[in-house]
């Protein structure tokens, strides 16, 4: 990590920060809010880096000494608060024990930054902990608390913290960075970023997890409702019902097969690449069998399918009923 210079797909919070550092303005604590993945706590050590950087201060260089301790993590003056192994929930004992660490000027940089990660997930009794430290906030130090969800965080500690909003990343973005970490190609890399929400993390993660196989369980559930065998329905979503986790994955697999299949279907596949683009025969498959509006009902079908799974349903009903509507849905014209 090369300071604030390195973050990609930020710019609105990299530019607001660099203004600050600039003016000499930096807020005593920072709330650094959006989705999962996107670069908030990669932002809170690069914000580190800018104040303690011996060759670009302000910004970061990434080579220094004191940068190189920051990405190492064994920088004194950058502590970290966050869930230990056998805990639910961030502790009043950690907060008190960084607060102490606090009182304290900083050992070797002009500033100490302090990164709460996730914060939302502090107790009440270490929120609140927290809360008095930050109406008489340390000499020196700033606080950045990292969330992906602020509301669950007190109001209190919220209007004491400048709120810094990160943006799910553009696909463009997650699918460059893709190619540049791992090993996967152009078209592998659209797909991941496509498939990963704006969430570069969880990109990454896909690239070396389960993948081709869920996307085959997307293809075999769109074959399903085309064949309307009840046995086979019955048999693949008792077993893919179990894992919820793999099922929102294939769920969103399958929404992006069918939003596929409508480009082309439309005649709109040149104007928005697709996103399956090594997959083409399949999405042409089912472009063929079914009109623009049969496939809008399956992506609403889908995407119904989706919200229901994030309450508290049976898996393998919800898949039963989705798979049963798709059907209905074929040869539509």
């Known amino acids: 990590m090369e300071g604030l210079g390195s973050i990609v797909g930020q710019p609105h919070a990299v530019a607001v920060l660099r203004r600050a550092l600039a003016s000499g303005r930096l807020a005593q604590a920072y709330l650094f809010e959006g989705p999962a993945g996107v670069g908030k706590a990669t932002t809170a050590r690069a914000l580190m880096q800018a104040l303690a950087c011996e060759a670009r201060p302000g910004e970061g260089c990434g080579a220094c000494g004191p940068c190189q301790k920051i990405d190492a993590g064994t920088h004194p003056d950058?502590?970290?608060?966050?869930?230990l192994e056998e805990k639910r929930d961030i502790?009043?004992?950690?907060?008190?024990?960084?607060?102490?660490?606090?009182?304290?000027?900083?050992?070797?940089?002009?500033?100490?930054?302090?990164?709460?990660?996730?914060?939302?997930?502090?107790?009440?009794?270490?929120?609140?902990?927290?809360?008095?430290?930050?109406?008489?906030?340390?000499?020196?130090?700033?606080?950045?608390?990292?969330?992906?969800?602020?509301?669950?965080?007190?109001?209190?500690?919220?209007?004491r913290s400048q709120r810094l909003r990160f943006a799910p990343l553009a696909i463009e973005v997650i699918a460059a960075q893709l190619e540049r970490e791992t090993s996967v190609g152009p078209e592998q890399a659209r797909f991941g970023?496509?498939?990963?929400?704006?969430?570069?993390?969880?990109?990454?993660?896909?690239?070396g997890g389960e993948v081709g196989e869920r996307r085959e369980a997307a293809e075999h559930l769109h074959a399903l409702a085309a064949q309307r065998d009840a046995a086979a329905m019955f048999?693949?979503?008792?077993?893919?019902?179990?894992?919820?986790?793999?099922?929102?994955?294939?769920?969103?697999?399958?929404?992006?097969?069918?939003?596929?299949?409508?480009?082309?279907?439309?005649?709109?596949?040149?104007?928005?690449?697709?996103?399956?683009?090594?997959?083409?025969?399949?999405?042409?498959?089912?472009?063929?069998?079914?009109?623009?509006?049969?496939?809008?009902?399956?992506?609403?079908?889908?995407?119904?399918?989706e919200t229901a799974l994030q309450g508290n349903v049976n898996g393998q009903l919800l898949l039963d009923r989705m798979v049963l509507r798709l059907g209905q849905c074929e040869g539509t014209r």
């Open 235 to 305: 048999a693949a979503t008792a077993d893919l019902g179990r894992d919820r986790e793999a099922l929102a994955e294939i769920l969103g697999l399958l929404r992006l097969l069918y939003r596929d299949a409508l480009l082309v279907s439309e005649g709109l596949a040149a104007a928005a690449p697709l996103v399956n683009a090594d997959r083409v025969e399949a999405v042409e498959r089912i472009a063929a069998v079914s009109s623009p509006l049969g496939l809008r009902r399956r992506l609403r079908a889908v995407a119904e399918a």
């Open 193 to 207: 970023a496509a498939l990963a929400g704006g969430s570069l993390g969880r990109a990454l993660a896909l690239a």
């Open 78 to 83: 950058l502590l970290q608060v966050g869930l």
């Open 91 to 159: 502790v009043i004992a950690q907060v008190r024990e960084v607060v102490l660490r606090c009182a304290y000027r900083p050992h070797e940089a002009p500033h100490r930054v302090v990164i709460v990660d996730p914060a939302d997930r502090m107790n009440v009794s270490a929120a609140n902990a927290l809360l008095k430290t930050l109406e008489e906030p340390p000499v020196a130090t700033h606080f950045v608390l990292v969330s992906d969800a602020p509301s669950r965080l007190p109001i209190t500690i919220r209007s």
